[in-house]
Structures are given as C-alpha cells and as structure tokens.
C-alpha cells in the first residue's frame, strides 16, 4: 500500500482532543479518512527504548535486544474514538497493539492492548501491568478472549456471550505471515478485527479502570521477540460514526 511521506500538522477538533495537534504523515490513498502515522523511514513521531525497535524496508521492527518488556510510544497525539489500521507479522516471542493506555515513563504502557502471539493467544483484550496487588487484577488480565462479546460493568461483573469458539476465530489468523488489524474505540466500546474478521468486543464501563483516551503504542515483550509493523494509519470518529 503506497503511504504518503511528507509531514502534515492539523488542528484537532473538538470532538476528539481540542488541546493537541495531530501529526501525521498525509492521507492513505484508497482508504478516506485515514491518516498515516509512520513514514516508511524512519521513527519520527515515534519514542522507543535505544537499541529495542528499528526501521528496515518500510517496516517496524523489533530488534530482539531487549531483555525486558518495553513500548514503542506514538507521540503525534493521544487518541480517543478511532478507528486503528496496521498490517503486522509475528514470529517469535510475545507483543500488543496498545490502545488508550498510560504512559507510565520509561517506555513502559499501561492500559488496553491487543495481544500479538501465536494462534492461540489471538482474540485477547487486557489490561498490560496491571498492580498484582490490585483486586481486579485476574478480571482486567483477560477482558475478552477470542470470540467472546464482553460487557464489564461498573461494579466489575463480567457479562460473557461466546458468538463463536475460539478456534473458529483464531483460524482466520496466519502465523508468521502479514496480517491486518483493525482496532476500533468509540466511547466505552472496544473492538478488535485481524483480517476482516471480529476477533473479540468489549464495552468496559468499570469505574477506575476504563479509559476513553491515551496512547496508541506497540510492544516488544524482550527476549528475542521477534515482530513486524507497516501502514500504520488511524481514522478519527465522529458522533455520527
């Protein structure tokens, strides 16, 4: 997919987040609305680790330096209802697509993450670093699982419908191949899609711990993961959306 290069600014509007400035890449040809939030060159606009993320031939790479688990931070903006688009390709190890989460210093996210692993860890919604010490710590890990629509209320009580099982989901999925994943969040709605296909839904109305704002940033899990990121562009949503 060819990928405008040169750099544009605009201003955001007050539907999403009135205080920032977008940066982004220009328009995604064939996709309207979207916009490109990496260059196909270098990091720019991205903040990761030293040594832990690379760009080689218009991918995202993760070095497999590392030795503990660390983010790469997309600072063009924070985000809040969006539509998220990115082709990526797992080999090794373990990583996340982070969605409306913390940024709690030194390249460490808290918050929503898509999981990227093999087949059978694709589907999940969780809550990365979440305190052990913290009672809803085992409810958040796993917020939904492949196949599930998930309603977590304000108390904290899970409501589960399994439309569909976890392999019949996951089979869409094509391990250490290039996929695409289509992240949505619109108020308190969260839903994930790998190749066209709805992998998992959540709505998260748990009080203290939802978000409907944060950082969009990308895991290394450390240890030799090895895994790849390209045509990364976002879409904000509008009320009418």
């Excluded at 330096?65 to 983010?71: L, S």
């Excluded at 390249?107 to 913290?134: C, D, F, N, T």
């Excluded at 629509?149 to 409501?159: D, L, P, S, W």
């Amino acid at each position: 997919m060819a990928l405008s290069t040169f750099v544009v600014w605009i201003e955001l509007s007050a539907t999403t987040n009135p205080t920032q400035d977008r940066l982004n890449f220009g328009e995604v040809k064939n996709e309207p609305g979207f916009l490109s939030i990496f260059n196909g060159k270098d990091l720019t606009g991205w903040d990761g680790q030293p040594g832990s993320w690379t760009v080689q031939n218009g991918v995202i790479q993760c070095t497999g330096k590392a030795k503990a688990r660390n983010w790469l931070i997309w600072r063009g903006f924070g985000a809040a209802d969006f539509e998220l688009r990115l082709d990526f390709r797992y080999r090794k190890g373990n990583s996340g697509v982070q969605v409306r989460s913390s940024d709690i210093g030194d390249w460490q996210v808290r918050g929503y993450q898509v999981e990227v692993s093999p087949a059978e860890g694709m589907g999940l919604w969780h809550h990365s670093l979440m305190s052990p010490k913290i009672e809803v710590q085992n409810t958040r890990k796993h917020l939904a699982t492949a196949g599930q629509r998930v309603i977590i209320h304000e108390n904290g009580e899970k409501e589960v419908e399994q439309f569909a099982s976890a392999e019949s989901i996951q089979a869409h999925y094509k391990e250490g191949e290039w996929n695409t994943m289509t992240v949505i969040v619109k108020g308190n709605h969260l839903i994930q899609k790998i190749n066209g296909v709805l992998f998992a839904d959540l709505t998260d109305d748990q009080a203290g711990f939802s978000s409907e704002t944060g950082v969009i940033a990308l895991q290394d899990h450390g240890k030799g993961a090895d895994v790849s990121f390209r045509n990364m562009r976002i879409r904000f949503l509008k009320a009418e959306d």
